[in-house]
C-alpha cells in the first residue's frame, strides 16, 4: 500500500507540475498593460471602460506569454493612440463611429497586436474583431464596444444588448483545465488498477 501511496502521489505531482508549467503568471509588463486596458476613455464626456470580459480575455492570453519590456512600451503606445483616436471621433461608442475612423482604429489595434506577432482581423458582416496570438489560436472574438464604469453590458452595432461578446475562453484556464483533467484521470486508472490487483490478492 505504502508504494501504491506513492505513485498516487507522483501522479499528482506530475499534474500539478504540467498546470504550473502552463500558468506562467502576470509579470510586471503585462500587468503595466492590464492596467491600461482598464483605463477609461471620453466619449462624448462620458468616461468609458472596455468591458471586464475583454480585460480578462487579454490577461488569459497574458498567462501564457512571458512580455518583454520592449514589447509592453509598444503596446502601450499602440493602445493610447488608440484611446487618442476614439476621443477624436467624436462617437458614443465604437459602433457609432465612420467607416474611416474604423479602419483608422483597426491599424491601430494591429500595431497592439504586432509586438506580440499576433494579428488583428474585422469581419464587416458580424462587425466581430478577431484577434490571433503568434501560434495562430484565436485568443478574442467579439463585436467591440466600450461601457460605463460599472457596467458588463453594452450595444453592439445592431443595437442588441451584448455581455461582451467573448466566445472563447483561452489560455491559461483551458490549459490548466485540460491538465487537471489528465492528472485525475490518470490517478483514477492508476487507482482502479491497484483496486483491481488487491481485490484479486485478497
Not at 34 to 54: H, N
Not at 79 to 101: F, M, P, R, V, Y
Not at 107 to 127: E, I, Q, R
Amino acid at each position: 500500500m505504502k508504494k501504491l501511496s506513492a505513485i498516487f502521489v507522483a501522479l499528482l505531482l506530475v499534474a500539478v507540475s504540467a498546470v504550473s508549467a502552463f500558468a506562467a503568471g502576470i509579470n510586471d509588463n503585462e500587468q503595466k498593460v492590464l492596467d491600461e486596458l482598464k483605463t477609461s476613455v471620453k466619449m462624448q464626456g462620458t468616461e468609458m471602460y472596455l468591458p471586464e470580459a475583454y480585460v480578462n480575455q487579454a490577461e488569459n492570453f497574458f498567462n501564457t506569454i512571458d512580455m518583454t519590456e520592449d514589447q509592453a512600451d509598444k503596446v502601450l503606445s499602440a493602445i493610447k493612440s488608440g484611446k487618442t483616436q476614439l476621443e477624436a471621433t467624436g462617437a458614443k461608442n465604437i459602433a457609432d463611429c465612420t467607416t474611416a475612423q474604423k479602419k483608422e482604429l483597426m491599424t491601430t489595434l494591429k500595431n497592439v497586436m504586432a509586438p506580440l506577432n499576433g494579428t488583428a482581423s474585422y469581419d464587416k458582416t458580424t462587425g466581430e474583431i478577431t484577434l490571433k496570438s503568434e501560434s495562430g489560436e484565436v485568443i478574442f472574438k467579439a463585436v467591440p464596444t466600450l461601457v460605463e464604469k460599472g457596467s458588463s453590458k453594452g450595444e453592439d452595432v445592431n443595437g442588441k444588448t451584448t455581455d461582451g461578446g467573448v466566445v472563447k475562453t483561452t489560455g491559461a484556464s483551458a490549459n490548466t483545465m485540460t491538465f487537471v483533467i489528465i492528472g485525475v484521470a490518470a490517478v483514477l486508472v492508476i487507482a482502479g488498477g491497484a483496486f483491481f490487483v488487491i481485490k484479486k490478492r485478497g
